[in-house]
């Protein structure tokens, strides 16, 4: 590492009236350190220890993400240095070259250097989606470290921003499922978004503000029926919605940012020329945006009830359980089913449409945890139409051997190969 050159002037006369302003395209260190030097804050003893300090650095760098004996990786060391540096002198001193220079002169390089890192590591330990099925995964820091250390400073400004909003997201979530005595294990399983769950409490603190005293997430008979009595009541769509009693004062942008998408479903959910199935179907549009609880005895319950209402006489026999006609909801084509068996191997809430939020939720849980293609393969010979239950079978037998290995593969680290697959043999919606 040397010493860049000093310009003698970052602003050139041009004519009595006009200036000509010069990019610096420097690293800030590099500003920094010039900076210092010509202002004499950084003497010829605190250059020397910083040319000492620099090689030290640049190698324990160069061995922690490869070798310190290719001198590519050397040099890609030195880069990451100077952005580690560059990183945490601009976001402990807002950019003032002077204070930054003091902060050069009055620590050691490495220990800039170190908090540039530390900076880093907080950042990719803050949760990177608000889905909470994603919640506990680690993802291995060094890459991700790796691809952060040279990024900009307006890079991680931006990125903290936005898991910083993600946690505050994830944090109200947590607190309104407190309240209806939710645990949370629930919210990881099935995959919930934090903004979904706010939604929803919002929602029940307008519909059903007695739930919340009961301590009741709606599951989805439960909320159809409550939907239904309100339409039967007329039940007048609200001006602006109450956030609930206790909110803690931090958490209130979080929820009062879903407050508008609440008030504009509610019209149609309180709408009884809407159809109420349709509307709440789980591959639906409206029923992606909110959290209900999978309750499968009510929902059979539900089924069987539906069912003794028709004529006797008008249906024949069914062909298949009533579990597999309630989970398919008819959708039986190749990438539905395939989506199906592939959340009954992982455990997760079963569904024959994913969004991409889901399906990264899904791969996270199988590099997690690990998955067991025999529960699909068993859900499918204890409740598959008899007559297709040998093509269901073969049909998932070749989707886990030709998947198998790209879905559990941890060198795929952005999901980009993992994702793509279930893109194209399952269904998935952006």
Request: proline share 6%; with cysteine.
């Amino acid at each position: 590492m040397t010493l860049p050159d000093t310009p003698s002037s970052d602003v050139h006369p041009v004519g009595a009236a006009h200036a000509l302003q010069l990019h610096d395209a420097r690293p800030f260190f590099d500003k920094v350190l010039a900076h210092g030097v010509q202002h004499g804050i950084i003497d010829a003893q605190r250059l020397a220890a910083i040319h000492t300090d620099a090689p030290k650095g640049i190698v324990q760098i160069a061995r922690y993400f490869g070798s310190e004996f290719l001198r590519p990786e050397l040099e890609k060391a030195r880069d990451r240095m100077v952005n580690l540096i560059s990183l945490y002198l601009l976001d402990t001193t807002g950019g003032d070259l002077t204070k930054a220079a003091v902060s050069l002169r009055d620590n050691s390089l490495l220990s800039r250097s170190k908090g540039g890192s530390d900076m880093l590591k907080r950042l990719i330990a803050m949760p990177e989606s608000s889905n909470f099925g994603m919640a506990g995964y680690d993802d291995a820091q060094t890459p991700l470290l790796a691809v952060w250390s040279l990024r900009s400073h307006a890079e991680y400004q931006a990125e903290l921003a936005r898991r910083s909003h993600i946690g505050q997201a994830i944090a109200a979530a947590q607190w309104l499922a407190e309240q209806y005595d939710l645990d949370v294990d629930e919210l990881e399983a099935a995959g919930a978004d934090a903004e979904a769950v706010i939604r929803t409490g919002l929602l029940m603190q307008a519909l059903a503000p007695q739930a919340l005293a009961m301590g009741e997430w709606p599951h989805t008979v439960a909320f159809e029926k409550l939907v239904t009595t309100l339409r039967k009541k007329k039940q007048p769509v609200p001006a602006a919605l109450r956030l609930p009693t206790g909110l803690p004062a931090a958490l209130r942008d979080a929820l009062q940012a879903q407050c508008q998408a609440v008030l504009a479903d509610m019209p149609k959910l309180l709408d009884g020329a809407v159809p109420l199935r349709t509307l709440l179907r789980p591959t639906g549009v409206f029923r992606a945006r909110y959290f209900l609880l999978d309750d499968p005895l009510a929902e059979v319950d539900s089924y069987h009830r539906s069912l003794d209402a028709l004529q006797e006489g008008d249906e024949p026999p069914l062909p298949a359980s009533k579990l597999w006609l309630k989970t398919t909801q008819g959708n039986e084509d190749e990438h539905s089913l395939l989506t199906l068996f592939a959340c009954l191997a992982v455990g997760a809430p079963k569904k024959t449409l994913l969004t991409e939020k889901t399906a990264t939720s899904l791969v996270r849980k199988i590099r997690k945890s690990g998955w067991q293609p025999e529960l699909a393969a068993q859900f499918i010979r204890d409740n598959a139409p008899g007559v297709y239950q040998n093509d269901y079978l073969a049909l998932w037998a070749g989707f886990v051997q030709d998947a198998a290995k790209t879905l559990t593969s941890d060198m795929d680290y952005q999901m980009h190969d993992a994702l793509a697959l279930l893109r194209r043999e399952c269904s998935v919606v952006g």
